[in-house]
C-alpha cells in the first residue's frame, strides 16, 4: 500500500481564490510528521509547512494552512489568496518514528500539479 | 537565511563513468540525506547520514552507491559505473537535532538543496 496518495495530478484555481490539495497517508506509527513542499519549473525542492501527529492544532504558514483531520489520516493543503506564483507542483511527505531521532527519511507522494489562471 | 548548495547545477556523464555530486549542508545540522527524483516521478529516498555513518539506506542505495563526508562542510554522493537509469535530479537535504522537550519528536523539517541534475548518455 502507498503510504502517501496525492489524488490530484493536477488542478486549476482562479488567481485570489483558495485551493486545497490533498494528501491521505498510511501508518501505524503513533508518532509522525507530515510535510508539504513545493518544487517550482526551476526545480528546487521548498518546504512550506509541517504538522506533528501530536500537535492539538492545525499548522499555519501565513497563505498556507494544513487541515489535519488525523482519524482520516488526512492532511490536506490550504492555500489562500492564490497567486500566480503558486504555480508548482506540490509533495506531500511522511516522517515516521519520530521518537527516535530526527533523521528519518521522507516518504514522498506522487505530487498535484498547481496551476494559477490570471 | 542559510541555505543548502549543491554542486553542479548540471552533471553530463558517459555510461560507465564514476560521479561525484557535491553538497554543502546547513552548517548547525547533524543529519543529512540524499534523494533523486527520475524525470516526472515521485522524490524517493536514497540514504541518511548522522555522525559519521549511515543510518537508513533504501534498496535504491546498492553497491553502486557511496557517501562520504570529507571535511567538517562537504556531504558527497558518488556513484560509480553510472547507468543510463541512474539519470535524475539528485537533491541533498540536511536537517538539525530534535526539539527538545517536545515529548520525544521533532518537527525540524529536511531542507533540501536545488539539486543536480544528472544525464547519462
Known amino acids: 500500500a502507498q503510504k502517501i496518495t496525492q489524488t490530484q495530478p493536477g488542478m486549476f484555481v482562479q488567481e485570489k481564490e483558495a485551493v486545497t490539495l490533498d494528501c491521505t497517508y498510511d501508518?501505524?506509527?503513533?508518532?509522525?510528521?507530515l510535510f508539504w513542499y513545493k518544487q517550482p519549473s526551476s526545480g528546487e525542492m521548498i518546504f512550506l509547512i509541517y504538522q506533528g501527529s501530536y500537535d492539538q492544532q492545525n499548522a499555519t504558514e501565513g497563505r498556507y494552512s494544513l487541515n489535519f483531520q488525523k482519524a482520516r489520516k488526512s492532511a490536506n493543503l490550504v492555500i489562500s489568496a492564490s497567486q500566480l506564483g503558486d504555480s508548482a507542483m506540490y509533495f506531500c511527505?511522511?516522517?515516521?518514528?519520530?521518537?527516535?531521532?530526527?533523521?528519518?527519511?521522507?516518504?514522498f507522494g506522487g505530487g498535484t500539479r498547481l496551476m494559477v489562471k490570471p | 537565511e542559510p541555505e543548502v548548495t549543491q554542486t553542479p547545477s548540471h552533471q553530463v556523464t558517459q555510461m560507465g563513468q564514476e560521479v561525484i555530486l557535491r553538497c554543502v549542508p546547513i552548517?548547525?545540522?547533524?543529519?543529512f540525506y540524499w534523494y533523486r527524483q527520475i524525470l516526472g516521478q515521485k522524490v524517493e529516498f536514497l540514504v541518511s547520514?548522522?555522525?559519521?555513518?549511515?543510518?537508513?539506506k533504501s534498496e535504491i542505495f546498492d553497491d553502486q552507491f557511496s557517501v562520504e563526508r570529507p571535511d567538517g562542510s562537504n556531504f558527497t554522493l558518488k556513484i560509480r559505473s553510472t547507468k543510463l537509469e541512474d539519470s535524475a535530479m539528485y537533491f541533498c537535504a540536511s536537517s538539525s537535532n530534535r526539539r527538545p522537550g517536545t515529548g520525544g519528536y521533532s518537527n525540524q523539517p529536511q531542507h533540501f538543496g536545488d539539486g543536480t541534475r544528472l544525464s547519462i548518455l
Open positions: 552548517s548547525n545540522h547533524l543529519y
Open positions: 547520514f548522522y555522525n559519521n555513518e549511515i543510518s537508513e
Open positions: 511527505a511522511m516522517r515516521e518514528g519520530l521518537e527516535n531521532n530526527a533523521g528519518n527519511m521522507l516518504t
Open positions: 501508518t501505524s506509527d503513533p508518532s509522525y510528521g
